[in-house]
Structures are given as structure tokens and as C-alpha cells.
């Protein structure tokens, strides 16, 4: 089955570079979520996206922004990195709850993370 | 807001034996959904099991199984038959619902439980 894509997988950048982070959801999943977690702690919500248009932010910076395109794949931009950017970056997809009877309804599925390293 | 607590920050158990994790959390929701998630030393987040809050029935998934108690709310994770590789992270998450869309459906994350499985 496919699964969440999430590129690159690791980034290196210096500080107050900038970072472009993508992610292409499962087939037919219109909802975009993105967390970030740092050494050690556990994922925090960062900003999700429901049919192109941003749904939820969460403790996203404001040198962040993100976006969802027509394709419904999303891409999390980054600039003025810090050391503190440093962690990995998860992208998660669900399917539509209209489609009551689709599998995995109401539940995310987690990319394999891209991890960000800031020098 | 809504809070999650792993008050277990490490545990192990020995291979073919039995572990409960614990899982405590607050919320004024009625409607919601929790889940636990996998993450071993690769980091991918893998789904193991969720619960939706309105069912009174425990989900079980082969060696996984919960203990929902609502009116306490609690939401532990039972792992039969352990295995060498279900060691890893456990994260325990919750989701409020709502009825039309995906908005406001983002996870919130405990602090998680370190599970070593030992041969």
C-alpha cells in the first residue's frame, strides 16, 4: 500500500539559511498535518492543511509557512534557521471523514520524518 | 486543551511475557479518538491501535489490545507475547472529532514510554 512520501529525508543547513521541506499524502487523502520533534521530546503539532486551505496552526514560528497545492501534496518552508530548528520534521495524511466506509478514517498516517540538522 | 500523560518513562519486559503501558488524559470532550503509536530506533511513527471514545468495546489488534476507561480517563496498551522487535518508543495521542471536516483534528502526544524487550 502506498505510504506518506516525505523529502528530502535529511537536510543539513546553516544558520539563517533557508529549508524547504515536502510531503505527498496517500492517495486520496485531503488533509495535511505537520509536526516537529525535537531530541528527545515528543511530536508537537505544527500546521495542517484540509482541501488546499490551512485548517489548524499550532506552534509553528513565524519564520515557517507551509501550503497545499492542487495535487494535495504540501510543502513546509523554513527560513532564518536556528540551532533550535534542529529535529525531525513528520508529515501525517488522513483520508476524507466524508468517506465514512474508507480504511483509516479519523486517524493519521505519519511519514518517515525528514530530519533537519541546523550547523 | 487537551493533555496526555505517559507517567511511564521506561520499562522493559522479557520476551514472550506481558507489559501494560499507562496513558492518563484531560479533556471537556465528548467525542474523540485516541491511538497509540510505535516509534522505533528508525523513528518512522508507526500506528499500532486506536479507540474511539464513543464505543465501550476495547480494540484489539493481534497481541495489542486497551483498557478504555472513560469516566477515568485512561487508555492503557497491553502488549502479549512480546517481542524483540516491538521494542521502541510508545506514544500514547489523542484526537477530538468533529463532525464535517478534518479541522481541528491534530494529535496530541504524551511524553512517551521507552520499551525495551529483552531476549
Known sequence: AAG????PRHLIKEKRETATLKCYPIPRHDTV???Q??????PQFLISFYEKMQSDKGSIPDRFSAQQFSDYHSELNMSSLELGDSALYFCASSPPRELKDYPGTDTQYFGPGTRLTVL | AQTVT???PEMSVQEAETVTLSCTYDTSESNYYLFWYKQPP???????IRQEAYKQQNATEN???VNFQKAAKSFSLKISDSQLGDTAMYFCA????????NAGNM???GGGTRLMVKP
Open chain 1, 4 to 7: 506518506v512520501i516525505q523529502s
Open chain 1, 33 to 35: 498535518y505537520w509536526y
Open chain 1, 37 to 42: 520533534q525535537g531530541p528527545g521530546q515528543d
Open chain 2, 6 to 8: 505517559q507517567s511511564q
Open chain 2, 42 to 48: 528508525s523513528r518512522q511513527m508507526i500506528l499500532v
Open chain 2, 63 to 65: 497481541r495489542f489490545s
Open chain 2, 94 to 101: 489523542f484526537m477530538k472529532t468533529l463532525m464535517n471536516n
Open chain 2, 107 to 109: 494529535l496530541t502526544f
